[in-house]
């Protein structure tokens, strides 16, 4: 009998996460909380697990050009840490909107909104694009790269910078389709994006047969032709498919009210993330006073720690989706619980990352630099920061729950204080003034993402969110 239940409940989660992946569920407003939560993080994770698995397959391949290599990845990515902040910023005010309107039953409403953003994307990527292709030497030489680094490998910077549209619209893009409920839309386009990179990497590394291989150039062009194809697959989903949301000729229009609106909301969301990241420049910076060597093993660890958080940052999507689509449709306190009980379902996970981590440090960074130096700051990076995943889990939650209700301000407020009257000048004393070397910033990271979980529960209880209009 017992075994007949046990099989029964296999076959009940097969079933779901087959429904999950497939997108069959439309409504989230309704029914079971557990289960609404279930069948949108289980895209979302699938999505993010991707660009968590492209981000280590890269550094892989990357790892074996050496040292110098790794360490111009990890300064052109805390450079790429403001495309990503603009996307995310961008994705979250469009999120919010998008999600409203399909709470409200408003398709033409979420459909015109998602096409304005996309009108907004396209604007800031080409602003990017200009700086980054004329200054890629001053900055990486701005972000403390050797001059020999500088000269070998800038090439790999104005690539990535170049063609930044394909990052920014990916990202945004897929913040439409949360918002209006379709995230295995969102899953197939990141899958798409990272599975051809992931291919294209070693082919344009170290070549094979007729194609030369291009070294880190290879690594770049890898990138963006993956992500260009899974911009197109959206494109067509967008324009052609039958998901919950679908663009037509009448919502092509500028539409400048909305435009306003939509920057309003995501001029908080970018606002965060860009105090984020750069913070995150400020922590490269200090950290590259150690050496390459330094930078590579944070770099090494970072990726490994992304790899868990990406996933997790999934499941923080969907708790913004279901505070956007139960605000819009009048029920606020099903949108907060559904908030505490994703928080706790991230929690548990996070911390399960952080015991395996703790454990098993040497042998991750390991598989990917056999360099001693290298090996001990990867280790330390793992083990340090990924002590403060208790409270983040709860912490990311709360913030992709305040932008998911139009609140962008909130964790703005909280990002600023946290991480820039905070981690930087804790990061810098426990570094420099301390002589903790960079194991001082990977204290700092988990000291200061601790304490912003710890403001945020406090703040999000006071339920201000429930209010904002969007």
Same mark, same amino acid.
């Given at each position: ?119 907004? %994307? #396209?604007?800031?990527? =080409?602003?990017?694009?200009?700086? $980054?292709?004329?200054?890629? &030497?001053? @900055?990486? +030489?701005? *972000? !403390? ?84 194809? %899974? #911009?197109?697959?959206? =494109?067509?989903?967008?324009?052609? $498919?039958?998901?919950?949301? &679908?663009? @037509?000729? +009448?919502? *092509? !229009? ?217």
């Amino acid at each position: 009998m017992s075994q007949r239940v046990t099989n029964s409940r296999f076959i009940n989660i097969f079933r779901l996460l087959k429904e999950a992946v497939n997108g069959e569920e439309k409504e989230y407003t309704t029914g079971s909380i557990d289960r609404a939560i279930f069948m949108l993080s289980i895209p979302m994770i699938l999505e993010m697990s991707m660009e968590s698995l492209f981000a280590l397959a890269d550094a892989f391949f990357v790892s074996r050009l050496g040292t110098d290599a790794i360490a111009t990845v990890g300064l052109t990515e805390s450079l790429l840490f403001v495309v990503y902040s603009l996307a995310i910023g961008v994705s979250m005010g469009t999120t919010a909107v998008v999600a409203r309107r399909t709470g409200e039953k408003n398709k033409d409403g979420a459909a015109h909104a998602g096409m304005q953003a996309i009108y907004i %994307g #396209v604007a800031l990527s =080409i602003l990017i694009g200009i700086v $980054g292709i004329v200054f890629a &030497k001053d @900055l990486l +030489k701005l *972000m !403390g790269g050797s001059p020999e680094l500088i000269e070998e490998n800038y090439l790999y910077t104005v690539i990535l910078l170049g063609s930044n549209v394909v990052i920014l619209l990916l990202f945004l893009i897929n913040g439409i389709f949360r918002g209006a409920g379709d995230a295995s839309i969102a899953m197939r386009s990141l899958w798409l994006a990272n599975l051809l990179n992931i291919v294209l990497d070693p082919l344009l590394i170290y070549g094979l047969g007729p194609i030369e291989g291009m070294g880190l150039k290879g690594a770049a062009i890898a990138t963006a032709i993956g992500r260009g194809t %899974g #911009v197109l697959y959206q =494109i067509y989903h967008l324009y052609k $498919g039958k998901g919950m949301i &679908k663009v @037509l000729r +009448k919502h *092509m !229009g500028i539409d400048v009210p909305i435009i306003g609106n939509l920057l309003r909301l995501s001029l908080g969301g970018t606002a965060q993330f860009l105090i984020a990241s750069a913070s995150w420049i400020f922590l490269v910076r200090i950290i590259a006073k150690f050496g390459s060597n330094a930078i590579a093993g944070y770099t090494i660890g970072i990726r490994m720690i992304g790899f868990t958080i990406l996933p997790a940052w999934g499941m923080s999507n969907a708790a913004a989706t279901l505070v956007g689509q139960n605000l819009g449709a009048k029920q606020p306190e099903r949108a907060e619980q559904s908030v505490w009980r994703t928080a706790f379902f991230n929690m548990i996970f996070l911390v399960s990352v952080a015991i395996v981590f703790t454990i098993f440090a040497p042998w991750i960074i390991g598989i990917f630099s056999t360099e001693p130096e290298v090996l001990k700051y990867g280790i330390e990076c793992l083990r340090y920061v990924c002590a403060g995943y208790l409270f983040y889990g709860y912490g990311m939650v709360l913030a992709q729950s305040f932008n998911g209700a139009g609140d962008t301000k909130t964790p703005t407020i909280i990002n600023f204080f946290g991480f820039w009257v905070f981690q930087i000048p804790l990061a810098y004393v426990l570094a420099n003034s301390l002589a903790w070397g960079p194991k001082g910033v990977f204290w700092a990271i988990a000291i200061a993402e601790s304490a912003m979980a710890i403001a945020a529960m406090l703040i999000f209880r006071r339920g201000k969110w429930k209010t904002i209009e969007v």
